[in-house]
């Protein structure tokens, strides 16, 4: 299972990971800036005790948690079926 190793904040909301497999990169997260609990985001030092729970989650506080399968997504441009093959059989059974 691909897991993110390393995370850290970066300037306009955005942060850097690197996975398990190697692949790392900035992801854009000023779309979720100041919406529900992310505006806990407004404050810069809030922002930057981003950290890795021991499964992998990308964490902040106990509310605001971000997961790091999507995330890994949006970094390498990967599919649902090309990052947990056999998923969409448990989502839709029928195909």
């Keep these: 299972m691909i897991r993110p190793t390393e995370v850290e904040a970066r300037a306009g909301y955005r942060i850097w990971l690197r996975y398990s497999d190697g692949a790392a990169g900035e992801i854009d997260l000023s779309h979720l800036a100041g919406h529900g609990v992310f505006k806990a985001w407004n404050e810069r030092a809030f922002f930057v005790r981003v950290h890795l729970l ?42």
């Design 54 to 95: 021991e499964a992998g989650a990308i964490v902040w506080d106990e509310d605001v948690e971000l997961c790091p399968d999507a995330l890994y997504m949006q970094l390498t441009g990967k599919s649902v079926e090309e990052v947990m093959p056999g998923a969409r059989a448990l989502i839709d059974p029928l195909h």
